[in-house]
């Protein structure tokens, strides 16, 4: 593990977070990121990442990819996205993760840092196109705890499986930083 690994590490462990378990270990996964209710949930889980010495890309709306703050954001696994066209999005990502090499893709199912009762179905599609696994990713507030979680198989049945993702996250009682933003079914 390089120093900057060791750094975020630290920052995470000083910060009064707990990493359960180790990123995944294949080339290409997908990590969803319950509960979503705050810009330092990616903070939080970019620092459980590098402390392994792990990269991970995030999808970020393309409009806060200014100078200085779009610099920061890619190296920081930041990909930009146009959220007007999600086909050609979902294209992308599907296409990025055909390419060689390792790429771990964190999503918020959510979608938003709001309250929202129905999460959208995108990870579904780019995991099926790209035959990659999913992993229900989490971090806790309430716990300060954060990790990968357990790989979710997924079926052919998109609403179905989310039903049965909502309701595993429902059962691990997680809090978000804003709980009232985090509706669970």
């Not at 975020?8 to 977070?17: A, N």
């Not at 080339?27 to 392994?52: E, M, N, Q, W």
């Not at 100078?67 to 999005?89: C, E, K, S, Y």
Request: charged share 25%; proline share 6%.
């Amino acid at each position: 593990m390089d120093i900057w690994g060791k750094c975020c590490g630290f920052l995470l462990r000083i910060s009064g977070w707990t990493a359960v378990g180790v990123p995944a270990k294949e080339d290409k996964c997908i990590i969803l990121g319950v509960p979503h209710t705050t810009f330092l949930d990616f903070a939080v889980s970019y620092l459980y990442y590098r402390s392994f010495g792990e990269h991970a890309k995030i999808m970020i709306k393309k409009e806060f990819f200014v100078p200085p703050l779009g610099w920061l954001l890619r190296a920081m696994g930041g990909v930009p996205v146009d959220r007007t066209n999600p086909t050609t999005m979902l294209r992308s990502i599907i296409s990025e993760m055909e390419r060689p090499g390792r790429f771990h893709l964190a999503i918020a199912p959510e979608g938003t840092r709001k309250p929202v009762r129905r999460w959208k179905t995108g990870f579904h599609l780019i995991a099926r196109s790209a035959n990659v696994p999913v992993y229900l990713g989490f971090f806790d507030w309430g716990r300060k705890r954060v990790g990968k979680g357990e790989r979710f198989e997924l079926s052919d049945d998109a609403a179905a499986d989310m039903k049965r993702i909502q309701e595993i996250y429902e059962g691990m009682q997680l809090k978000g930083k804003h709980p009232e933003n985090y509706l669970t079914h």
